[in-house]
């Protein structure tokens, strides 16, 4: 969790450089898809905030009022990202759209290093949020490495339409508005996809089928289990909540198969990281008799 927040950390001051950077000589190169890609890493600064914010209140340990933890902040960080990322494309959108049909004076050809600088440096930073997210289960950091990617993937097609508008500005001087318009348009895609992601988890959506056999995998490993009747999961921020219904010899004893219980719980938190803890229900195996262990 810690790494998490240096690279949100880290994350906010690289995008504050390149938003001010792109904004400066998007303006004096009079350039529109600069100028919207400028926007695009201003905005990518305040997600990076929202997913700070939400790493350090997830962080918290449970309380008596939240006994799952606070780990849903981290999921409502990147359900915020998503909206932020949605303003945002609207904006760059409507601006590239309107400013089209007033395209003037051709940009200058320095408006080029910009773009370059800013895609080689989000191609070196995104790689490190998406694995540090993915690696602790982390929905904002995933959402914010998501946010970088679009930012290459914007300043690639700015990079196309201003390098048409430097080209031949007789003919494609309107490609530079024409290009802040799609980099609009590749933020709001990816602000609904963000946004569908966040709201899965705070629907309690199921993790996919391969989670939930290496739940009941290990479970079965644990001596004197029967077998596996029910196994749900949610996720609550970082990592999972488990409910398991377990099956054993209905001739055990109530404080045996509280032990059984016990065992499991313990072996799948130790075995599976990403479970925060398990919920287990002891059932009786339907059958006339348990199966060999």
Request: include cysteine; aromatic fraction near 6%.
């Amino acid at each position: 969790m810690k790494r998490a927040r240096q690279i949100a950390t880290a994350g906010m001051a690289i995008s504050a450089g390149l938003a001010a950077m792109k904004l400066t000589f998007g303006w004096m190169a009079h350039s529109a898809a600069l100028t919207a890609d400028g926007f695009e890493s201003a905005a990518d600064v305040f997600a990076s905030g929202v997913v700070l914010a939400g790493l350090i209140v997830a962080s918290r340990p449970a309380d008596d009022n939240h006994p799952y933890g606070h780990g849903r902040v981290e999921t409502l960080a990147g359900l915020w990202v998503g909206f932020m990322l949605f303003g945002a494309g609207l904006l760059i959108a409507w601006h590239g759209l309107t400013g089209s049909a007033e395209a003037g004076q051709p940009p200058h050809h320095y408006a080029i290093w910009p773009l370059l600088i800013s895609i080689a440096v989000k191609l070196a930073f995104v790689g490190v949020k998406r694995r540090e997210g993915k690696r602790i289960g982390s929905a904002a950091l995933v959402a914010d490495a998501a946010h970088d990617s679009i930012d290459i993937l914007s300043g690639i097609v700015a990079f196309g339409a201003l390098s048409l508008a430097l080209y031949d500005p007789a003919r494609f001087l309107r490609a530079d508005h024409i290009g802040a318009f799609g980099v609009g348009l590749i933020v709001l895609v990816t602000a609904v996809r963000v946004m569908r992601d966040a709201s899965l988890h705070l629907m309690d959506t199921m993790p996919d089928d391969s989670a939930l056999a290496e739940i009941r995998s290990v479970a079965l490993r644990v001596p004197q289990v029967s077998g596996v009747e029910k196994c749900y999961a949610r996720k609550t921020g970082l990592r999972y909540h488990v409910d398991l219904h377990l099956e054993v010899d209905p001739q055990m004893t109530v404080r045996a198969s509280h032990d059984i219980a016990t065992h499991v719980r313990d072996r799948i938190r130790e075995e599976l990281p990403w479970v925060a803890d398990v919920l287990v229900h002891v059932e009786p195996w339907p059958g006339p008799s348990p199966p060999p262990v």
